[in-house]
């Protein structure tokens, strides 16, 4: 009932003539909420309830640990996850924080500045931090817009952390589920659902499997390195079936021009050997590849198979057009040219 009341004072007081304009609707949900509670005894979870909340000010101090490689076997698994997990929200923060104030930030800057940042913290006795989505959207549905609003909402924090602790400890978590439910309502992109019918299938798998994978493991890393993947292979199944390859044969001569189009990498490679006729009786192959790209050393093998084949059949091969990207892999992968090239095809 608390956060339903909550949420009715996030989303109605700005509409108060003057002062609903003047102050931050969640600051007087959670400070008409606290009072509330105070005022009528009511017997609710409070943030004091969640844990100790510190009384003095951070010194410097070096941690109390044995520096040796045991040490570091132990915390380098829980600092890497903690890293990504950090650098992830960091950036979709700033994403998001750019989309509301149309602005554009600078994302290694801010990877930077968090790693000093959580460095120095360390020697604070604080632990490490990274930008958050809620607390951001809330700044910016507040009014903020520069980095002294966030500089000034730390200050604030800390401030009242350390000589307020006691009213703070009464603050109802009622209050801030219902400022949490308000920056989830804000973030989420309702667009999605509505126009889901018209993204494309691998998209929407993407989307629903990353959200699966972040709800069941409360890991944010875990969901995104699934997305990453999921759309990694859904991009390459794409691309290769862009890939393309046309011929054309000249009687006269009787040679055939074999054009190819599009990504030669590891999903097309197979593609790529199965679209040509080593069998056709010809005095001459030419292989267009002017329009194509070799990516991987997949793609080279690929090659190195197609014009060793053909050579074996007594068809002489001619390889035009290639960029120099795609021919400087060759050159150093391709075995095709070299003297011993069927021996080698043969043993792999």
Not at 74 to 85: E, T
Not at 86 to 96: F, R
Not at 231 to 238: E, V
Request: with cysteine; hydrophobic share 50%; charged share 15%.
């Amino acid at each position: 009932a608390m956060t339903i009341g909550g949420l009715a004072i996030i989303y109605l007081f700005p509409y108060i003539p003057v002062i609903g304009k003047l102050l931050p609707s969640p600051l007087i949900c959670i400070v008409l909420l606290t009072l509330f509670a105070l005022f009528i005894g009511l017997d609710v979870r409070t943030v004091g309830d969640m844990g100790q909340l510190p009384d003095t000010l951070p010194i410097f101090l070096l941690p109390d640990i044995p520096l040796n490689l045991e040490t570091l076997v132990i915390i380098l698994p829980y600092s890497l996850g903690l890293a990504a997990v950090g650098l992830l929200e960091s950036m979709m923060t700033a994403t998001i924080v750019d989309d509301l104030t149309d602005t554009t930030s600078d994302k290694n800057r801010e990877c930077k500045g968090q790693g000093v940042a959580n460095v120095a913290s360390g020697f604070l006795g604080g632990m490490a931090g990274c930008a958050m989505i809620g607390q951001s959207i809330i700044n910016v549905k507040s009014g903020g817009r520069t980095r002294l609003s966030s500089f000034s909402a730390g200050v604030f924090l800390l401030i009242m952390v350390v000589f307020i602790s006691d009213w703070l400890k009464a603050i109802p978590m009622a209050a801030l589920v219902a400022v949490m439910i308000m920056v989830a309502i804000g973030t989420f992109n309702w667009d999605s659902l509505r126009n889901i019918r018209q993204y494309p299938l691998s998209s929407n798998i993407v989307m629903i499997v990353t959200v699966i994978v972040v709800v069941a493991t409360h890991n944010l890393a875990y969901g995104v390195l699934v997305g990453v993947l999921l759309s990694a292979l859904f991009f390459a199944n794409k691309i290769e079936r862009y890939m393309a390859i046309q011929s054309e044969f000249n009687e006269p001569e009787n040679t055939r021009t074999y054009t190819v189009t599009g990504q030669v990498f590891f999903s097309s490679a197979d593609k790529f050997t199965s679209a040509f006729d080593f069998k056709e009786a010809l005095s001459k192959v030419v292989i267009d590849v002017s329009q194509a790209h070799f990516w991987d050393v997949s793609a080279v093998a690929a090659v190195d198979k197609v014009v060793i084949k053909f050579r074996r059949e007594g068809t002489e091969v001619e390889l035009i057009g290639m960029n120099e990207a795609s021919k400087t892999l060759v050159d150093k992968f391709g075995i095709h040219d070299k003297p011993d090239a069927l021996d080698r095809l043969n043993s792999h």
